[in-house]
T-cell receptor
């Protein structure tokens, strides 16, 4: 599985957009980018995933660069409840397991 | 919205005892997983299960561990003789197809004394 690199921590003001970057320079053509988050030792929560195109759902947007070597998760209006560890995971299309890194600790502050 | 559920939420046991952690995956899902997270560390894959057999397991998943789907709804993780280092959060996950999104349960916090 391709390795991902994320900043260890970020701060964001409540109500502002949170932009969480992820580098995955060794990603291959059939590997998806998945984002999960974990709030205070709860189970990882699925956020969004994508292959090539940008994706948006009710939780977030995912912007993937054209060369697919990096991506950004955008939480458009962060709230205090978005404080969590955010994991960027690259996953082969037909792979089973998820390989979690250390993630980014996002702190949303009022 | 369907959810993965896990019981118990907390389990305290003595070293050397057997524990069984239970999971009810989402009802139309076919692939099941166990992960664990030692306090302050990363979430680690343990095992995946499909069609009543293990499809992949990690180095952590040694002979002390076993998984079972005893009926149409439950998926269990058994640790035969617990060690202090088995203390961790254990997460169950499931998905409908191998390439589809995995959904996680809330976890069981296991403390081995």
């Amino acid at each position: 599985d391709a390795k991902t690199t994320q900043p260890p921590s970020m701060d964001c003001a409540e109500g502002r957009a949170a932009n969480l970057p992820c580098n995955h320079s060794t990603i291959s053509g059939n590997e998806y980018v998945y984002w999960y988050r974990q709030i205070h030792s709860q189970g990882p929560q699925y956020i969004i995933h994508g292959l090539k195109n940008n994706e948006t759902n009710e939780m977030a947007s995912l912007i993937i660069t054209e060369d697919r070597k990096s991506s950004t998760l955008i939480l458009p209006h962060a709230t205090l409840r978005d404080t969590a560890v955010y994991y960027c995971i690259v996953r082969v299309q037909y792979g089973n397991k998820l390989v979690f890194g250390a993630g980014t600790i996002l702190r949303v502050k009022s | 919205e369907p959810e993965v559920t896990q019981t118990p939420s907390h389990q305290v046991t003595q070293m050397g005892q057997e524990v069984i952690l239970r999971c009810v995956p989402i009802s139309n899902h076919l692939y099941f997983y166990w992960y664990r997270q030692i306090l302050g560390q990363k979430v680690e894959f343990l095992v995946s299960f499909y069609n009543n057999e293990i499809s992949e397991k990690s180095e952590i998943f040694d002979d002390q561990f076993s998984v079972e789907r005893p009926d149409g709804s439950n998926f269990t993780l058994k640790i035969r003789s617990t060690k202090l280092e088995d203390s961790a959060m254990y997460f169950c996950a499931s998905n409908r197809g191998a390439q589809e999104t995995q959904y996680f349960g809330p976890g069981t916090r296991l403390l081995v004394l």
